[in-house]
């Protein structure tokens, strides 16, 4: 059958933080410009905007099944731009208590004490190492060589691993010893507190998404693309059974997409397989109030399969236990099996659990993982290499897995839109 076409000045693919970031951005760009109106579209496989930011029910509660947490308030992006108020913010820990551990306020299982400071001064040697380390090593080798000088790992030490292994949604093994590089490694958050959103992650992806469609984006939901390709001065979009042509074009797919499908969009291959996705997957449990008002927000998991638990009671009073799992094998595990490992746990009866949701990030096609990592066997060039391989051309890419300094948060995707908008602006200006 022959492929119907279109044409439009500008094709972003991919409805996430990105795409969304990137059309409103492009519009403005256009609203307030010297060239006039110009025609952009945004071409979505799944039949409803957002990517990795989804808001889902678990029973009659609204749950947050992918990103949850705004990393940082002090100078976040979203929040200058205008897209988080203060009225919008709940805050969780009042900073980074993945890397940093607990602060004297913040309600968790644990707090810190001397082994604490013994884990930050075994990061710093660490992190004196990781500037003269190559690729192929982990955290874990790095961690291995502190242990002739400073002993074993002590137990608060071994919970703040856990901790760190939750931020960047791996095992220390896998983690990459070049993230502790202070040139060249990215912890990816911002100052301050720590937060979730009162209304969850929908509310980001609606006003980004109304603002963008009030603007004249057009949007069209249900197209899984196929290739996208560059041929002389235009960009051609492949779906099944149609075709978009643009002057330019904006792919905002997942690292995990781009992966296994290398037919999709020429990158280089090496920077491209030696970036990462990671497994971080929720178990969402709808429980009943007197159920979730015995933990605190964090609970430190010693766990095969469970990291970490993070509470919404205390915060939103909603009734909602989230817990955090890591490795590709536990997406293997059945919803019964998960359910009845968490109730084990935590020890929760049955009848407490008024519902619940098990993500499966790593087996979602046009996901393909959670969010990437510059795991150990990645270069601290990679990212950029991705970049310098669509400087020139009429394809430019976005997507959290594209900004070196925040990769793998939401707001780096957001921040890789607006960076693409721009790239996509200036081309159009130097043609003009």
Known sequence: MVEAEESYDVIIIGGGIAGLSCAVSLLRHFATGPSGPVSIALVEWQERLGGRLYSCKVG??????????????DGNPLIEDGWIGPEDLVPSSAQNIWLHGPAETDSCSFKASEEDE???????????????????????????ETEPIMGPLA?????????????????????????????????GDYPG???????????????????????????VLGQEVCAVEEVRDEVRIHCHQRCFRAQWAVVTVSLGVLQSRPSFLQLPEKPLQRLEMCHYNKLLLNVSESAAARFPVFTDLVSHHFWQ????WPLTGKPLLSLATLSAEAEKLTDEEALEAACGLLTLAKHEIRASHFTRWGRVPWACG????????????????????????????????THEEHQGGFHAAYLSGKRAAQEVWEGFQAVA
């Open 370 to 401: 959670s969010y990437s990592v510059s795991s150990k066997d990645a270069e601290w060039d990679d990212i950029r290499a991705l970049l310098l391989a669509t400087e020139e051309g009429r394809i430019k890419v976005a997507g959290e897995h």
């Open 60 to 73: 009659d509660v609204e749950a947050d099944a992918g990103a949850a947490w705004v990393h940082g308030v």
């Open 309 to 312: 638990l993070f509470n919404y």
């Open 155 to 187: 137990h608060a030490e071994r919970r703040r691993l856990r901790m760190l292994e939750g931020w960047f949604g791996m095992s220390a093994d896998r983690i990459g010893l070049l993230e502790w590089d202070g040139e060249h490694g990215s912890m």
């Open 193 to 219: 507190a720590h937060a979730v959103l009162k209304g969850g992650m929908r509310i980001l992806v609606e006003r980004l998404a109304n603002e963008a469609q009030r603007l004249g984006l057009k949007v």
């Open 118 to 144: 013994t884990w930050e001064r075994r990061l710093a040697v660490v992190g004196a190492a990781a500037s003269m380390a190559q690729g192929g090593r982990s955290l874990q080798d790095g961690l291995l």
